[in-house]
């Protein structure tokens, strides 16, 4: 029944590094899957995202040059490498895909990653970041 199941989050500290890994069923294994993440008493937002091919990627500014977002189509497996990390990336961090049907456009400017488009979710892995 699981869709989608994060793992890999903790606590580090500011500067070091950590990879989240999202297990997808094969219908959540979709064309469009992204990352969000929420910290305490803010909204949900939009981290990346990636088409099926795994060739085009979109990250909210704050992450860029800091965090990979990957895919693996054997594994059915969404990955999210995140290096330099900073107190202020703490928060849960969810896996998304998209539902057959609903087009996410990655290409738009300014970058837009809505968690009103992804119609499934993986339970969350929480991240801590302290300095």
């Known amino acids: 029944q699981v869709q989608l199941a994060e793992s890999g989050g903790g606590s580090v500290q500011a500067g070091g590094s950590l990879r989240l890994s999202c297990a997808a069923s094969p219908n959540a294994y979709s064309y469009c899957m992204a990352w969000f993440r929420q910290g305490p008493g803010k909204e949900r937002e939009g981290v990346a995202g990636?088409?099926?091919?795994?060739?085009?990627?979109r990250y909210v500014d704050s992450v860029k040059g800091r965090f990979n977002i990957s895919r693996d189509s054997a594994a059915k497996t969404l990955y999210l490498q995140m290096d330099k990390l900073r107190p202020e990336d703490s928060g849960v961090y969810y896996c998304?895909?998209?539902?057959?049907?609903?087009?996410?456009?990655?290409?738009?400017?300014?970058?837009?990653?809505?968690?009103?488009?992804?119609?499934?979710w993986g339970q969350g892995t929480q991240v801590t970041v302290f300095s």
């Open positions: 998304a895909a998209v539902e057959t049907g609903v087009a996410v456009d990655l290409y738009a400017r300014p970058f837009r990653l809505r968690a009103e488009d992804f119609g499934i």
């Open positions: 990636i088409y099926t091919n795994g060739g085009f990627r």
